[in-house]
């Protein structure tokens, strides 16, 4: 049902999809969204979360850490470890 109903956030930046989330959560916080709604829109944010932590892991599979000499000087870079 989420693949089909909310995919448009398949396709979403991460900047967008975080955006959206923060909007759910203070609409929930908030309490004043009739029941089924509510349900709805924490679907909506559970996708949306998601996607947030995908792109977060690919971003973070990119990020490369510097590699040093005895002195202490940069020597080049390996890609990051992500276990």
Not at 40 to 67: F, N, S
């Amino acid at each position: 049902m989420a693949d089909t109903t909310h995919s448009d956030v398949m396709k979403m930046p991460f900047e967008r999809a975080i955006d959206e989330l923060e909007s759910i959560v203070k609409r929930l916080e908030e309490g004043k969204v009739p029941l089924e709604e509510s349900v709805a829109i924490y679907e909506r944010g559970e996708v949306l979360k998601k996607r947030c932590e995908e792109l977060l892991q690919k971003a973070e599979a990119r990020v490369e850490k510097i590699t040093l000499d005895s002195s202490g000087k940069p020597t080049g870079s390996e890609p990051l470890d992500v276990d």
